[in-house]
Each structure stands twice: as C-alpha cells, then as structure tokens.
C-alpha cells in the first residue's frame, strides 16, 4: 500500500508518502514504490493512533438489556447492570458485543483502550478471554464495584491479576465508611506491588465536596514511588472543592506523578443530579490540572448501557466536549489532541508508535488538514492503519453537483 500526499505534523509545508509492504511494515518513506493499492490522502495530517484509557467494554451496548435508567443517576445505573444486565452477560454474549465494540474502536482510530470489568457475573474473567484481537489492544482492570469489601471481591479480584488482568482497580468512596475507603486505597497498592501492576481507580466520582480519596491515593502513590504506574479516574468531586483546597491539592497530585483520567461527556451527563439550579458540570478540573504540570487524560467512560445511553468512541468528540465544558480558549485547541495520545499514551504506561521506516505500520491519517479542524469537527479519521489492517472513513460533501468537502472540512489554514 502507498499512501501519498500526507502531511506530517512537524513539517506541514511538505506532502510526504508512506509505503507499507504486505506484512504491515513501513518499508520507506518518500520512495518510489507504487505496487498495491494507492491512497491519496490530498494533504490531510498523519496522527498518533488515539487511545481511550477508561471504558466499561463489559457492559457496553447493553442499553435494551433491561429496564431504562428513568433518573439518569449513577447509582439507578449501576444497580440495573448489577441486578440485571449483568446476568445477560454471558461468553457469548460479550464476544458478540465486543466484536462491534472493537470495529467502533478502530475505525475511530482507536487503538488501544483500558476496559474497567467488574467481578460481578464475572464479567472480568469473561473479558480476559475474550480481549485478543488484532485491531484494538484491550487493557483490563480489575474492577471490584462497589468496593473491596463486598462480598468476595477482594479474592476475586486477586484472581483476575493472576489471569492477567494489567490494572487494579478500586473504588474508595464507594465502600462502606471512611475507614474503609481508606483501607481499600492501601489494598489496592498492596496487590499493585505484589503483582507488579497499574492502579487505576474510580475515585471521588462524585458531587461530594468532602470527598477527598484523590489525596488518599496521591499520598500513597509519592510514598510508595509508583506515582508513574497510578491513575486517577474522574475525580469528579474536585469541581466542587474549593480553591485553597484544590491548588493544595494540585501540588501533591504533581509531586506524585499521578496521572487523572477524566471522562467528560459521561461526567456532564451524570453529575449535578441531585442539584436544582443552578446545576453543576462535574467535571475533574481538566485546565487547571493541566495548567498545574499534571498529565491529564480524556476517556470515552460508558457507551449505550444504563449508565449513559449514548456514545461511539469517538475520541475527538470526547476532547471537544472537554474544550466545552472545562472553558477551554481558541489558543489551546490543539493541545487538547495530546489528551487522547500522548497523556494517555503515559497514564497506561505504552510506548507511542512512531512513524519510520521498519516500524510496523500504527498510524492514522486525519480527515482534515489541522488538529483544529480535527476537533472541531471531531470527523473519524480518513484513513486508519495497524500492520496489515486498515479502515476507510471516505466523505463526500456535494452542494449542486459540486464537490465542496475540502472548503467545508477545512477552514483554517495553517
């Protein structure tokens, strides 16, 4: 395959090629070769491939499993899974779904995801025998919703890390007091080490201004020295802290090395529910903590399930309602790419591919020609590559018979 007239970031002036052999190879960039299908990419920019690092992949498209989430809350959301989409999960069932879940993924770009997979039914196992594919890298965390401390989790959820579940995950203002919270943050780390894994957890998903395990966490990821391998998902709570206590707070987060994963699109959905007007967003600060020196990543969270019965893992479209929702301004548009490749690439501890000869082939070519009108449109990709697979998101815009997809797509200049 030769895919021509593409546009690298760091030297945009230029049209470069790319040619990939039959094994999924890039064998030369710039050359000659023109054997196998030619793609022009007409000057559209070359990308990292995305990652989304926290998904429910478990339950997702489950929305018609059971009854409606008639409050839109978390907590009806979480209980109609548990009580009854869970026990619909079956082996079969979940590869079905997966399969779709998959193919969502990669022609969004999406090549590398973190699927947070309870213990109940387990649903974790499941997925631990039902991840390999050759299009999408699934990382499972080992998730023991609602906490260490119910039923048998805490076993359960050592044998997911002996199966070879990457992460654990963990639930602290979930549990049954304080105290517990406490503890569970401690477990966590405590299996982290034993195991040699990543810590990523659900924490302070909530309005609660006194909720506060982020610091729980932060605290035991700088004196343990694995601040690297720990991530800190929603952390929804700090849109309700108050100043003085969250620039404390941000000054341990970055001493730490932590890194916050934040889920916008779910998060505007679910949070501020309980509120009359005016509502809250709840939403972890997304531009202070960057603003602060902490790596932020963006996640999808739930798609088409009870908890939020939405979404299309559409990564530009999750870093654009994050510019919505967190006052983003139009100079820091493009940073906001990094959220979905670079930040993340660090929160789930990868190695970015690189776009060289003799690498294999693990790269996308945007529909537009900026990372500005990338997320402004928030278009899939025009063309998705891994090895020897690849996915085409051709669109055409025609006003009388008149082709105007560039002049529509593309409406900065560089």
Known sequence: MLIKNVKFQEDDNKSHSIYINDE???????????????????????????????????????????????????????????EEVSQKITQDDLEKRLGKIIKMHFINGVFYVRSHDP????????????????????????????????????????????????????????ERSYDDGVKSVKIAFDLAVEYNKLIDGHVDETDDPNSRFSEVVAREAL????????????????????????HKLTLLLRESGVSIISNPIVSMHLQGRYDNYPKRRGVARIRELINSGINVALGSDNV??????????????????????????????????????????????????????????????????????????????????????????????????????DKIINIIDK
């Open 223 to 246: 004196s343990r020295g694995i601040g690297y391998r720990t991530s800190i998902s929603h952390m929804t709570a700090s849109h309700s802290y108050d100043n003085w206590y969250f």
């Open 304 to 405: 088409a399930d009870p908890i939020y019965p939405l979404g299309d893992y559409n990564m530009l479209r999750v870093a654009q309602e994050a510019f919505l929702v967190d006052h983003f301004t139009s100079n820091e548009v493009e940073k906001l790419l990094n959220l979905i490749t670079t930040n993340a690439y660090k929160a789930m501890q990868l190695k970015e591919p690189e776009v060289k000869p003799g690498n294999k082939a693990e790269f996308l070519i945007l529909q537009t020609k900026t990372i500005y009108d990338a997320i402004r449109t928030a278009l899939p990709p025009f063309l998705v590559v891994r090895g020897k697979h690849y996915a085409m998101n051709e669109i055409k815009i025609r006003i009388d018979e008149i082709e105007e997809t």
């Open 119 to 174: 213990v109940w039914n387990d649903v974790v196992f499941k997925m631990l025998k039902a991840r390999a594919n050759p299009l999408v890298d699934i990382q499972v965390v080992a998730f023991p919703s609602p906490g260490f401390f119910f039923d048998e989790n805490l076993e359960k959820i050592r044998k997911a890390l002996e199966e070879g579940a990457e992460v654990v995950g963990l639930i602290p203002h979930s």
């Open 24 to 82: 999924g190879i890039i064998e030369c960039i710039d050359c000659d070769k023109k054997d196998g299908e030619v793609i022009d990419a007409k000057g559209r920019l070359i990308s990292k491939p995305f990652v989304n690092p926290h998904a429910h992949l478990g339950y997702a498209l489950t929305l018609n499993y059971a009854r409606h989430n008639l409050s839109g809350t978390l907590i009806e959301g979480v209980e109609i899974i548990r």
